[in-house]
């Protein structure tokens, strides 16, 4: 089953400009985690912010959790070329964090030159 | 660090046919994943393993489906007997701990059933 909901399913921005990528998850979780995933290729562990955590940052990414609304973002600033990829929030749920990760359908990014 | 290694990248078998994908985890990992990913369903989790034990296969579709974790660097996922509906790419990912901690992932394995 799906737990967490990336919004948009697609973006397309010009390089250099920042791109903002949304989840919504449903159970009380651990952590969130976000991935990348370039295609034909196997996904990227990006960043892991916990839930009592309200802001990461790990070079151009940053990432905001607010658990009273479930929700996330990811932001890269400054984007590249190399940026253009598919980006996936995945939750751990509480209760052990033995469940493995859920993942959502993902965020298509595309960087246009 | 070689990351997660998956055998093969590419497979295409006849309906009927047992299919058989591998995977070496990371070196001290003790955790142990297989993902399906398909564009309908995204990624599901299929099994998962902890110190080569299996915890939860609760995402394993059907009877068909087994897999196994002899020792800490090697686990198996076959289909038997697979179905075109099979068709998808299936990943496997190890972690350094049991929960709390980014998985690394293998490059995948693209299953074809015809």
């Known amino acids: 089953s799906q737990q967490g909901e990336e919004d948009p399913q697609a973006l397309s921005i010009q390089e250099g400009e920042n791109a903002t990528m949304n989840c919504s998850y449903k159970t009380s979780i651990n952590n969130l985690q976000w991935y990348r995933q370039n295609s034909g290729r196997g996904l990227v562990h990006l960043i892991l912010i916990r839930s009592n955590e309200r802001e990461k940052h790990s070079g151009r990414l940053r990432v905001t959790l607010d658990t009273s609304k479930k929700s996330s973002s990811l932001l890269i600033t400054a984007s590249r070329a190399a940026d253009t990829a598919s980006y996936f929030c995945a939750t751990e749920d509480s209760g052990g964090g033995a469940d493995g990760l859920t993942f959502g359908k993902g965020t298509h990014l595309i960087i246009q030159p | 660090d070689a990351g997660v290694i998956q055998s093969p990248?590419?497979?295409?078998?006849?309906?009927?046919?047992?299919?058989?994908?591998?995977?070496?985890?990371?070196?001290?990992?003790?955790?142990?994943?297989?993902?399906?990913?398909?564009?309908?369903?995204?990624?599901?989790?299929?099994?998962?393993?902890?110190?080569n034990v299996p915890i939860d296969d609760s995402g394993m579709p059907e009877d068909r489906f087994s897999a196994k974790?002899?020792?800490a660097s090697f686990s198996t996922l076959k289909i038997q007997p697979s179905e075109p509906r099979d068709s998808a790419v299936y990943f496997c990912a190890s972690s350094s701990r049991t929960g709390g901690y980014g998985y690394t992932f293998g490059s995948g394995t693209r299953l074809t059933v015809v």
């Open chain 2, 69 to 71: 974790m002899p020792n």
């Open chain 2, 9 to 51: 990248r590419h497979e295409v078998t006849e309906m009927g046919q047992e299919v058989t994908l591998r995977c070496k985890p990371i070196s001290g990992h003790n955790s142990l994943f297989w993902y399906r990913q398909t564009m309908m369903r995204g990624l599901e989790l299929l099994i998962y393993f902890n110190n």
